[in-house]
């Protein structure tokens, strides 16, 4: 019995395989239909572009508001040197150098910025080396951990 139902599996899976794709060949007595071209000449129309047009644009006030903001707000960066101050990871810590910093230092820029897992204190936008050394070795008496670093220093507004 067993061999019976195999044997009959096994050539209906061969007779299965030796039929011909039917949807490969077209019927013989089938017609392909073309149809004219459509296109009537009357249809075409050229444009004045003599005329001027209006638009008119419905917007919130908050976009202009939006858009007044962000153009102030561009930072350009280039290469360029930091005196680095404090390199921890407590933020309180950081912060409270920062103050000290400003106390003594108000004219320059003071930046926290996080580095995982550190906040780093970084003070001055120096184009070359020889700027930076000279401000740290101005404030090296309260600041004696400071050293010049490598970084993307913000260019003055214009």
Not at 57 to 75: P, S
Not at 111 to 123: E, R
Not at 128 to 145: D, G, L, M, N
Request: aromatic share 10%.
């Amino acid at each position: 019995m067993k061999i019976t139902i195999v044997l009959l599996a096994a050539i209906i899976t061969l007779e299965s395989f030796a039929q011909e794709a039917w949807t490969l060949y077209r019927p013989t007595d089938s017609t392909i239909e073309v149809s004219a071209d459509t296109i009537k000449f009357d249809t075409i129309y050229t444009l004045d572009f003599s005329k001027t047009g209006v638009v008119n644009v419905f917007k919130d006030t908050r976009i202009d508001t939006i858009t007044a903001l962000k153009k102030g707000n561009i930072n350009l960066s280039k290469p360029g040197y930091r005196v680095q101050i404090l390199l921890s990871h407590k933020k309180n810590e950081v912060n409270t150098k920062r103050a000290e910093f400003l106390r003594h230092y108000d004219d320059c820029s003071a930046h926290i910025i996080w580095q995982q897992p550190n906040f780093s204190l970084k003070v001055g936008d120096f184009y070359t080396r020889q700027q930076a050394v000279e401000f740290k070795y101005e404030i090296v008496e309260h600041f004696p951990s400071a050293i010049v670093v490598k970084d993307n220093i913000i260019l003055p507004k214009l």
